[in-house]
């Protein structure tokens, strides 16, 4: 039995040491900087006004809007365009939502390699709430020429 143990403990570690998301690594999916926006903070202005904050974590994004300060509470899909510096971004409402805000086909032409600042080329927002204005509760509105900055942690 003395000869047993000390190979029984260095099965579980070893096992462990090849499941994906035990030990080393992220554990999340996809997060090769081209489908992930984990960790990272992305703000949208419409002019000089700043409109919305995004925090993603994992698959999840809270949506910020500025003016309230009404947080939504979505799931997104990012692409980074290959061979250009673009990418599109997809928000979807989180289940189970009293108010949502919808991003759709937004489409990001960055200004630098780094993909820290863009242009917003195309893409709607839909907004839906009790809080909301009535002129804009529900209503697909563009998202051309708004700009993004992100903020990498």
Known sequence: ?????????????????????CGGGSGKSGDDGNTSLSGQQVSL??????????????????????DTRAVYDGVYTYRFNSGENAGVLNIAPAANSSSACTMANVNIAFDDAGRNAGVITSGTITETGLDLDPAIDGVPRSMAGWTCRVHRD
Do not use: A, H, N, W
């Not at 099965?11 to 994906?20: A, E, F, M, N």
């Not at 000089?48 to 500025?66: E, H, T």
């Open 1 to 21: 039995m003395k000869k047993l143990f000390p190979v029984l403990l260095l099965i579980p570690v070893t096992v462990c040491g090849l499941l994906s998301g």
């Open 45 to 66: 202005f419409e002019g000089g006004s700043i409109l919305f904050q995004l925090q993603f974590s994992g698959q999840d994004v809270d949506v910020i809007r500025m």
